[in-house]
């Protein structure tokens, strides 16, 4: 075996790993962000109005809120 095929291999061995704690990272803070728009959600909105939302308005307020971050942040969107 070559001196570069090894190294290709340790490379792409690397590169597995970068990507896993990259989408690790990405979830953790999709995650985070999440929790933080529900808490919010929860503060604005008193228990008796929210009786009254459907079984998913929550839920929609919180996608609608992490994508309007997206947007701020500038982050591309993809399918938007």
Known sequence: ???LEE???VLKRKLKHA???MKKEILD???SIE???EENIYKFFPPE???Y???TGVENIVSSEIIYRHIIDGENLDGM
């Open 35 to 37: 929790s933080q728009i």
């Open 29 to 31: 803070k999709e995650n």
């Open 49 to 51: 109005v929210l009786s």
């Open 7 to 9: 190294e290709n291999k």
């Open 53 to 55: 939302f459907p079984a």
């Open 1 to 3: 075996m070559t001196n």
């Open 19 to 21: 990507k896993q704690w």
